[in-house]
Every structure is written in C-alpha cells, then in structure tokens.
C-alpha cells in the first residue's frame, strides 16, 4: 500500500518512527566456500543474502578465480549489518573485491556493523583487496575482520577508509569508526588491533598526535611463512613511491599502513604498492582487478 499527501512548498515530511526505522534496517550475508579439484580452484558453497550479492568475473590470464563483492543497497545507514565470510579450502587460490566503494552514511544513534571472517587452509592463497570505505559525517561504524590460516597458507589482506567526499566539499566532524582486526595461525592469535575514534573526529584527524590533517587511511597484512624475509621489499616499494607509510613484521605478519591528507593520492599508492607486492612474492601480473578502474 502506498499512501501519499500533498506538502507545501518547503515543508518536510514528518520523520521515521523509531519501530518503523528498526524495521529498515538490512542484514546481508554472503557465504563463499573453495576447493581445489582437477588442477583448478571451484566453488564449493554460495550463500547469499540481500543486499549482498557475489559476482564471479571472468578472470584476466593468470590470475586466479577472482569473487566481487556487490551491495545493491548502494550503501549503509543506521543499524544495517554485513556478515561475510570467505573459506578456502587446501590449495585452493581466490581473489576477493568489491565492486565498488562501500558507503557509510549518517547515522541516527545506531552502529551500522561489518563482520568479515576468512579462512585459509593448507596451502591455499587469498587475497582480499576490497575498494574504499567511504565514511559520511555523523556515520557510525563498527568492522571487525577475523582471518585464521594455516602455517603453510598466504593471506594478504588489507582496508582503506576515507572521512568524507572532499572532492564534494564534504568533511566528517563526528561519528564513530572501530576498525578491529584478529588473526590466528592455526587457530593461534598472532595480532590483534583496534582502532577506535567516537565523537568530535574532526579533532583526532587534526591532532598532530593522530591523524595530523589525513583524509584517509590504509592497512594491508600481509601473513605466510615468508614474511619476515619480504620486509626489505616492503619498504623499498614504499620509499620509491613517497608515500607517508611504513611497514613492519611482529611474529611472522607484515604489516603496512597508509596515510594521506588525499585520498586519491593514498589509493593510488595504496594500488600500486599492491601491484607490485603481489609480482614480487607471488608472482602473480602486477596489476588490480578491472573493477578497480571502473
């Protein structure tokens, strides 16, 4: 049933009960599941739930089964909830991304929530290199990003957040980002963070404490056997490019972040830096998903 009523020029129409907000709010879900058979990666299990949608592009020449991740909601707002999860099994190799960036938009009082498990067996390799997030003023947000992968399994990983469209003249003065990040080797804890900023957040980007005037940030772990060995390479790559990053190793996870008062300029490092990354410690074209240049 549709129900409409003429407004006059200028007047507002009158604002969502709270029961009936409640009733708005989404809770996607997406299930991905790989195995290894016949020489070649294949899907094992797909669970999918509005508004998450799972594409599978076809795959450039020499890369591996690439997923896409789509929310046709075209954003998040108040209470809205993401559950991704991502196994793959022994052998099996996958790239994970997002068709686009996701948006936070303002919230009334309640936590829109991201929850991303991945899980890497024996063997197998992901990567999972979603576009930005981007954060509007007032948007509240809470992600959390489990990943537990075997000794002998790679996993390189990574996240960029952006406060505000500054090309639209936009700034966020308050809200709430809690960016938690767990990572277990054989179901061992290996590194755990949170980043948590509530409240005045035009402060803490300010602060030359914090963020000193970033727009953006970036992180990427990158968690396999090898990793120690590949910090030197780590931080060539990030002192030929310029940018105001670093990177370090604590017990077997290298670890990489970004930061920019541009946040064009820090996802160009940030994709570039990826790119060659992976060229160097797998071999694989040194280059982005097509999505990205969309």
């Known amino acids: 049933m549709i129900v409409s009523a003429a407004l006059e020029e ?92 996701e948006k936070v938009y303002r919230s009334t009082g309640a936590d829109c929530t991201i929850a991303l498990d991945l899980r890497i067996d024996s063997g197998a390799r992901l990567e999972w290199l979603p576009q930005e997030t981007i954060l509007f003023d007032g948007a509240r947000l809470r992600r959390r990003t489990a990943i537990d992968f075997a000794a002998d ?55 030359p404490a914090g963020f000193d005037g970033a727009r953006a940030m970036a992180t990427m772990v990158y968690a396999a056997a090898d990793a120690p060995g590949r910090i030197g390479c780590a931080r060539a790559l990030l002192e030929a490019a310029g940018a105001e990053a670093a990177a370090t190793c604590l017990d077997g996870v290298l670890i990489v972040r970004w930061l920019d008062r541009d946040a064009q300029r820090l996802r160009r490092n940030y994709g570039d830096f990826r790119a060659a990354f992976r060229a160097a410690v797998a071999g694989l074209p040194a280059r982005l998903p097509r999505l990205w240049a969309v």
């Open 10 to 101: 200028g007047e507002l129409p009158p604002p969502i009960s709270a029961a009936a907000a409640k009733r708005f709010r989404i809770a996607g879900c997406a299930e991905i599941g790989l195995e290894r058979g016949d020489g070649r990666t294949r899907l094992s299990h797909l669970y999918q739930h509005d508004p998450l949608r799972v594409l599978f592009p076809r795959a450039e020449p020499g890369e591996p089964l690439t997923a896409a991740l789509v929310t046709t909601s075209g954003g998040l707002v108040a209470g809205d909830r993401l559950d991704i999860s991502f196994a793959a099994g022994p052998g099996a190799e996958a790239l994970l991304t997002t068709q686009a960036a």
């Open 153 to 207: 399994g790679t996993v390189m990983a990574g996240e960029i957040v952006v406060f505000g469209r500054h090309a639209m003249g936009e700034t966020v003065c308050r809200g709430l980002v809690r960016d938690a990040w767990e990572l277990r080797r054989d179901g061992r804890l290996v590194w755990a963070e949170a980043l948590h900023l509530e409240g005045a957040l035009d402060d803490a980007l300010a602060d």
